[in-house]
């Protein structure tokens, strides 16, 4: 027979026993669903993480494609729009004094042309047709001759580089419109009547020399108007030098100066 004081002990026991295991259900029940809010808190978190890094990359990706066509705009068409008002300016001044230049009016217009032509090819998202086709000496030797025509008494374009040479896409491209914007600089500002460009290649240097007899910038001159200006053309020429981690050197001489566009084909990939 069970002692009646055991009996009562075993049925405290019991009741302890329900006790702390509802107390645990309880709290294993409120862990659980605490677990459930902070997994979807957590979970809600990181969706808007997500958006908030899609909408971060859609941004960078957005005004990457701005600059590039404020580049692309700058270096193309407004190049040339600015040769054509140089054109335009001294057929002017040569009105004044009663001659007409036949030339010259064709040469404003070929300008002109030239400029809706690659508003175009910015609209439709191409990159430079002649040069990808032709290659960068062909792009080079092009743009220089129709920025000079009519411009300057003489122009005289050398080549050394190896026929077989490979240079990419991406550093072409930059290469050729730093080339661009160093001419067009050049007959805007420096007035030289004679220009001389000779293209090497030597231990891994791609090497573009531009020898003028214009006003002439030595490297500390072109290092302060590029520290102290706030130019698109400098602006453009300092960022497309980064990306092919190029650089310029400019010397001047007594009778002419001297530009030198380097970058190192092994080091800009």
Same mark, same amino acid.
């Given at each position: 027979m069970v002692d009646p004081k055991e009996l009562a002990i075993l049925i405290l026991l019991g009741m302890f026993f329900v006790l702390i295991m509802s107390i645990?259900?309880?709290m294993l029940v409120r862990k659980n669903r605490k677990i459930q809010y902070l997994g979807a808190k957590l979970l809600e978190e990181e969706l808007a993480n997500k958006e !908030?890094?899609? +909408?971060?990359?859609?941004?960078?990706t957005q005004e990457t494609e701005r600059s590039k066509i404020a580049h692309q705009l700058h270096d193309d068409v407004g190049a040339l729009l600015s040769l054509a008002q140089k054109s335009l300016s001294n057929l002017e001044d040569e009105a004044v004094s009663g001659k007409i230049d036949i030339s010259s009016i064709s040469l404003s217009k070929e300008y002109v042309s030239q400029?809706?032509? =690659? &508003?175009?090819?910015?609209t439709k998202g191409l990159i430079p047709h002649y040069l990808l086709k032709f290659g960068l000496v062909k792009a080079l030797e092009r743009m220089a001759k129709q920025k000079t025509d009519s411009l300057i008494d003489s122009f005289k374009f050398d080549i050394n580089i190896p026929d077989d040479l490979v240079i990419s896409n991406l550093i072409m491209t930059h290469y050729?419109? !730093?080339?661009?914007? &160093? !001419?067009t600089n050049l007959l805007k500002h420096s007035y030289p009547s004679s220009i001389e460009m000779i293209l090497t290649? *030597?231990?891994? *240097? +791609? #090497? +573009?020399?531009? #020898? =003028?007899?214009?006003?002439a910038l030595t490297q500390r001159d072109f290092q302060l108007l590029s520290s102290d200006s706030d130019s698109l053309g400098l602006e453009n020429i300092r960022y497309r030098l980064n990306v092919i981690k190029g650089e310029l050197v400019l010397k001047r001489n007594k009778t002419y100066g001297t530009i030198e566009l380097i970058t190192n +084909? *092994? #080091?800009?990939i």
């Open positions: 645990g259900i309880i !908030i890094e899609k +909408l971060g990359v859609a941004i960078s400029s809706i032509e =690659h &508003l175009r090819q910015i050729f419109y !730093i080339a661009s914007e &160093l !001419i290649f *030597d231990a891994g *240097d +791609l #090497k +573009l020399k531009i #020898k =003028h007899n214009g006003i +084909l *092994d #080091k800009s």
